[in-house]
């Protein structure tokens, strides 16, 4: 990437052939001595990749700017023959026994359109744990790379069997890899989710009068507790299918650990009546009742109990820097909601 170093920030376009080839970390192999290119066989995968990866960089060659319909035209070809290229290594995949494959199950815990797509994968992860697994990725791609080229040139005939364990390797390192973008997009999807979840808590707590506006907009550090809890108990009680928080398996990262007590608590909410959920809310909120409330005594041991349970749980919530980040960001955008709606 080029940058006009008199204008701070704007990106010039590519302009040589050798700066566009960069895109690219695949050189192309020249030839050893003695060495011929098989004939293209449509019919033999290894002939079709030899060359699509010679057509794909000769694409790459003589262009001299990108705004051309040269380059449009060497572009075009360039996806094309990348095209055959990955399918021809796919059609020796294939070959494979299925038992013998890496399993793709995480691919399973994906909304449904997103397993259809796997858009994780361009959504522009930039994720230190990633770094280990991307680089065996490429070793492995390199590797495929290398024992093709070298089986084409001596025999491109099938059967493909000697070639089955690069590929294996290959495969095991794209599930790896894979498997981790996965759990990173959901990790940020459930994030997102409970994020939604705690800001329509807030308003739920404005309209039920457990908090008041002052103390959203003063960022009142009593709420620092008070909403965590709120939001916990409407995972358990007013919307448990947005987050789930009591499965073992399933659960949002920051309950996982006590999803076993989280569905007891869940399972002990739905035997309390209408009075008691109110007067749960109230003290999860800290705010006294007011007079007239139809309320339960505050000794009730079964209001009593969820309350300790679901503190215990969420309080441990504020030690960590996430919550605090998405706390502050609740109350901002709360506040400048209020604002807007003031002017």
């Not at 319909?69 to 990348?82: A, I, P, V």
Request: glycine content about 4%.
């Amino acid at each position: 990437r080029q940058v006009n170093r008199g204008v701070p920030g704007r990106q010039l376009p590519l302009q040589s052939g050798f700066a566009i080839s960069q895109l690219f970390a695949f050189k192309r192999l020249a030839l050893k001595k003695g060495q011929r290119p098989p004939r293209l066989n449509e019919t033999m995968p290894l002939t079709l990749y030899y060359h699509a990866g010679f057509q794909m960089h000769a694409a790459l060659s003589k262009v001299s700017d990108t705004r051309t319909d040269l380059f449009r035209k060497r572009n075009e070809k360039l996806h094309s023959s990348q095209r055959v290229l990955l399918g021809a290594i796919y059609i020796l995949y294939s070959e494979i026994d299925e038992d013998k494959k890496s399993s793709r199950d995480y691919i399973q815990q994906l909304p449904p359109d997103d397993q259809r797509e796997l858009t994780a994968l361009s959504s522009g992860y930039r994720i230190r744990e990633l770094l280990q697994p991307a680089r065996q990725v490429t070793a492995a791609m390199g590797a495929v790379r290398h024992v093709l080229r070298e089986r084409v040139l001596r025999d491109p005939m099938p059967p493909h069997r000697d070639l089955f364990p690069v590929l294996q390797d290959f495969d095991l390192a794209w599930a790896t890899f894979e498997k981790k973008i996965c759990f990173y997009y959901l990790q940020q999807h459930e994030t997102h989710l409970f994020q939604v979840l705690m800001s329509e808590t807030v308003l739920r707590a404005l309209d039920r009068g457990y908090i008041t506006v002052d103390q959203v907009q003063s960022f009142d550090p009593s709420l620092i507790l008070a909403i965590p809890r709120l939001t916990l108990f409407s995972a358990l009680h007013h919307t448990p299918d947005m987050v789930n928080v009591t499965d073992p398996q399933n659960a949002f990262r920051w309950f996982r650990s006590q999803s076993s007590l989280l569905f007891e608590v869940k399972m002990r909410i739905l035997e309390l009546k209408e009075n008691q959920i109110n007067h749960l809310e109230r003290i999860l909120a800290d705010q006294p009742e007011s007079e007239g409330d139809v309320t339960v005594g505050v000794e009730d041991e079964a209001v009593k109990s969820i309350f300790l349970d679901i503190c215990s749980v969420s309080d441990q919530l504020i030690r960590s820097k996430e919550v605090i980040g998405m706390l502050s960001k609740v109350f901002s955008m709360h506040k400048e909601e209020e604002n807007t709606h003031i002017e």
